[in-house]
């Protein structure tokens, strides 16, 4: 396993740096919705790269982007983001670009909050394999999709047809999994190239330590690509590595 981290939410970029390398971290992802890492260029990132030794993991833009989007204006624009960043992890030498790939809303009604993806089942599948497929040909291994707790049918089966034809890999995200299991994901593990690591309860996805929720780690003893601790926070990094370094001898 390749343990890296996410930055504490506080850390500037060089800051971020120092402390995965002076803990002991093999890699560092940069979430690129926050607003210390969204302007970088690749020049900055090269030159810490080189200065602390450390590997480049992005994850791309997830609050602002949705490839699932009714409107074909904010697909356009969710895209050329996408295409942003992967440019810019191209240029840096990054090894993964991890990316959600969007959600479907639902509505306020007068019976309370009311969620009904039936209606959006062709329209995902349509744009993943069509519109998003574009992408995922081009950039290959590159591309890396993550499983959201809010992943549909018609998304599952979209993300099945995309596995088949190109060679994008998939993020695990454990906590998310801990609140809905997702199966794909299990059944192509083989296709992970990153786990994200943090806890919860199995009700709400609270991104705390590990060992402090239900989740289950048992699999990280025979893992062997990159995990990254997403919990953000630079007491919950190091006493989630702590943990986890206990827990892989027991």
Not at 35 to 62: F, G, W
Not at 221 to 245: G, Q
């Amino acid at each position: 396993m390749i343990l890296g981290c996410q930055p504490d939410i506080n850390h500037e970029l060089k800051e971020a740096f120092e402390f995965a390398s002076v803990n002991g971290f093999y890699h560092i992802e940069l979430l690129m919705d926050h607003p210390n890492y969204y302007s970088l260029s690749y020049a900055e990132i090269l030159e810490l790269k080189e200065s602390y030794d450390l590997e480049v993991l992005i994850h791309a833009p997830a609050t602002f982007t949705n490839f699932l989007s009714i409107s074909k204006i904010m697909r356009k624009a969710s895209y050329c983001e996408l295409n942003r960043v992967l440019e810019l992890a191209e240029r840096c030498d990054a090894k993964l670009v991890t990316v959600h790939l969007g959600w479907n809303p639902g509505f306020i009604t007068a019976k309370g909050f009311v969620f009904q993806p039936e209606l959006y089942e062709k329209h995902n599948y349509r744009v993943l394999t069509e519109e998003f497929y574009v992408f995922a040909l081009r950039y290959g291994e590159l591309l890396s999709v993550e499983n959201t707790i809010s992943m549909t049918a018609s998304v599952g089966k979209a993300l099945e047809f995309l596995l088949e034809n190109t060679e994008i890999s998939l993020t695990f995200d454990v906590g998310h999994n801990n609140i809905t299991r997702n199966e794909i994901f299990i059944k192509n593990f083989d296709r992970v190239k990153n786990v994200h690591l943090h806890d919860n309860d199995g009700r709400k996805d609270t991104h705390s330590a590990l060992g402090t929720g239900n989740v289950d780690f048992s699999f990280l003893k025979n893992y062997r690509n990159y995990a990254t601790l997403e919990v953000r926070d630079e007491k919950a990094i190091l006493e989630s590595k702590n943990w986890l370094l206990r827990f892989l001898k027991s």
